[in-house]
């Protein structure tokens, strides 16, 4: 920590800070832009008149570097430094320090337009162009004005183009904080590989047979060719001959893995082990792994896009931009020289890779930011003219607005609803937010809750197919109910009521093939849900009383009504012969039924005439995932 570079800038950091209601701090990863400037500004009294808070586009960084510098101030994490990430609050009223994904600050000017708490707001890694953060650029520079001399603004960025921001905030100071870089040799690959995944194994295999010691830092694009990789690497190290090259460990790293298994890439490895870890764009900017020497870089990441013609997501592996080759070639640098394989040719890089990425507002639907800056109620603020650094497509508004008058959460004026202010209180997508309002109409609030519970935490349901997982789990298919046919949604709800009738038995869940963390934090974002609901209610919803829904258990068709309702534009009609579906929306598009769903066919062999989505997605071809029978 001593020696970290922005340490070197204390002083100058602080002087121009006193002077200047917005900084931007450019700094190469690694630098301590993460974990040093609130510290810096603690030690220099900028806690003794509010919080400082530093936000993060990803949980995972959140929780890692607050967890990081609590250890380097000595101090219990949630107390004097805490963080706060959706569905997870680890605060107190002793902390002082503040560690926050952009989505939560965005939630807590809600409630606290003023942001009165906060003493300095340090937007960290803005780089990242994440949406929540380049709505917060927006707001934040409102706040400028409003709360003059008493809010400092920090923007802080590894690659951002500096100028650009400066000049977005009435060209405010820059401060270059030069890293350490030690020199890094590039090796590009002759020819694109036939599949990266064999080619990062077989370079990864010649680095540890060959080069001396250091660690290998491997770019994949997600958690599937993560887990096939370490599963391969794991396997061809093992039938190494022993006394050939050292010992080795292998470590995965992606957003959806345990905290504990994250924090492992912190740990120092033991004498004479060569370390390989394997991850997502998350080890390019948001995590610094020390130790590096070695990067292989496959050239791709994982994007999710929207298209906002068709209103269809899809989950692409892109080719990253020269921004990026040259953020992961910056990693095998940090502690000595080093070198860069790269799967693909300089030619690839040179004239096919994009000189940056494209920010995440321009792929991204707008409905839930719409509806969030509506419910602001900013009468400076035209939603359509909002001040983006860099504007969304007018058509993305578009669809944005037509979506939110579908669900009632505008009117035809374009004016929020008062069922689209109460939607905009919950921490969930719009529709899913007007599903609980209906709900409650019909009284099946219970239910729905779980379902949106479910849904947001679909992610870390299911254990990992890691080879290691795939021994360990044994365990007999889940027996529902009658009307889990009826598709997803209910079957998501009947596993959480399967699971709540055996009193939250954690071996149930271990014996159905589930995460016990993931239905963990099912029942604490359930409970969450609940809290909000009641608060916006005012304390007249029954929705703790779990026996409600145990009378009512297979009565889905109040659910199903709230489904539709908060899903109206998420339909599909079922072609005449087949399983084909046409959706409903405004341009109608041909989709089928995901794979992994749960809707079943009647004797015929035919799925349902209607019904409704959680999302489209195009992977191989288009997919609903996560559907409903209507009827
Ligand atoms: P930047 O934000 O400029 O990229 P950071 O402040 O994130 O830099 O990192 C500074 C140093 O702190 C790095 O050496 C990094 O490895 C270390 N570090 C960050 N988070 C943790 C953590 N949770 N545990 C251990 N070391 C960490």
Known sequence: MANLPILQYEEKIVETVKQNPVVVVIGETGSGKSTQLSQILHRHGYTKSGIIGVTQPRRVAAVSVARRVAQELGVRLGEEVG??????DRTSERTLIKYLTDGVLLREILSNPDLSPYSVIILDEAHERSLNTDILLGLVKRLVNLRAS????????????GEKVSKFFSNCPTLNVPGKLYPVEILH???RPTSYLESALKTAIDIHVREPEGDVLIFMTGQ?????????????????????????????????????????????????????IVSTNI????????????VIDCGYVKQRQYNPSSGMYSLDVVQISKVQANQRVGRAGRTRPGKCYRLYPSTVYHDEFLDVTVPEIQRSSLAGSVLYLKSLDLS????????????????SLEDA???????????????????????AELPLEPSLSRMLMEANEYGCLSQALTVAAMLSAETTLLPGRSKSTEKKRKHTPLELPDGSGWGDHIQLLQIYECWDEC??????????????????????????LCQIMQKIAKGSLDVRANHRWKESRQDYRKLRKALCVGYANQLAERMIHHNGYRTLGFKPQLVQVHPSSELKTDEEGLLPNYVVYHELIATSRPYMRNVCAVE
């Not at 579908?406 to 004026?413: F, G, H, S, T, V």
């Open 83 to 88: 963080y706060a990430i959706r569905f997870e």
């Open 380 to 395: 400076d603020i035209n939603v359509l003219k909002f001040d983006f650094l860099d504007p969304p497509s007018s058509e």
């Open 283 to 294: 080890a390019e900017t948001s995590l610094t792994v020390d130790g590096v020497v070695y």
């Open 189 to 191: 690959s002759k020819e």
């Open 150 to 161: 008493k809010l400092k603004i920090l923007i802080t960025s590894a690659t951002l183009d």
């Open 401 to 423: 607005l037509k979506q939110l008058y579908l669900i009632d959460a505008i009117d035809e004026n374009g004016s929020i609803t008062s069922i689209g202010r109460t939607m």
């Open 224 to 276: 599937d060719d993560i887990e096939k990789l370490v599963s391969k690497l794991e396997d061809k190290i093992q039938s190494l001959d022993e006394g050939s090259c050292m010992d080795a460990v292998i470590l995965p790293l992606h957003g959806s893995l345990p905290p504990e298994m994250q924090v492992r890439v912190f740990s120092p490895p033991p004498p004479n082990c060569r370390r390989f």
């Open 503 to 528: 009193d939250y038995d954690v071996n149930w869940v271990k014996d159905n093939g589930l995460q016990v963390r993931g239905m963990m934090f099912v029942k604490d974002i359930r409970k969450q």
